[in-house]
């Protein structure tokens, strides 16, 4: 299979994780001369569970720009490279697995950069659960970093 990449995604959550992605795709499209984004997914559990208290859909696009916000501005301020300020950024509300999958299935020459682990209260059940489904089911290669 010939797969020219063109673009690396990086989806963050605001964990360490992610932060440690960004950074190593940063250096992978510089050396690549390739673009980056960076893609938040407001998690579909959070999005029921804000429905459930009686928000608008504005209510809860708001709270998940917000929360993709808050996670972008996180690798930001840990990693400090001025290449991020201008950096295209994508959110989705969503199964995180299923949103950055669909990212794939669009998007011809794109390159995944991910965090072997994120944000997840349930750890023994979710931990690690979106990069593994996202490397089975990705239509693009995959980078997971640890």
């Not at 299979?1 to 964990?15: K, T």
């Not at 029921?48 to 708001?62: H, K, P, T, Y």
């Not at 509300?93 to 209260?121: C, F, H, W, Y």
């Amino acid at each position: 299979m010939n797969h020219a990449v063109n673009e690396i995604l990086v989806p963050v959550d605001g964990s360490e994780n992610s932060v440690r992605a960004t950074r190593f795709a940063l250096r992978l499209a510089s050396a690549m001369q390739v673009g980056l984004r960076l893609f938040y997914v407001f998690p579909a559990a959070s999005v029921e569970l804000v429905g459930m208290a009686g928000m608008s859909r504005g209510d809860i696009e708001n709270a998940a720009e917000a929360a993709g916000e808050r996670a972008f501005e996180k690798v930001r301020k840990e990693i400090a490279d001025p290449r991020l300020e201008g950096m295209e950024r994508d959110i989705a509300l969503g199964d995180p697995a299923e949103e950055i999958i669909a990212q794939t299935e669009r998007n011809a020459g794109l390159l995944v950069v991910i965090g072997r682990r994120g944000l997840s209260r349930m750890k023994s059940l979710l931990l690690g659960s979106v990069s593994d489904k996202v490397i089975r089911h990705a239509a693009c290669p995959v980078t997971v970093v640890t």
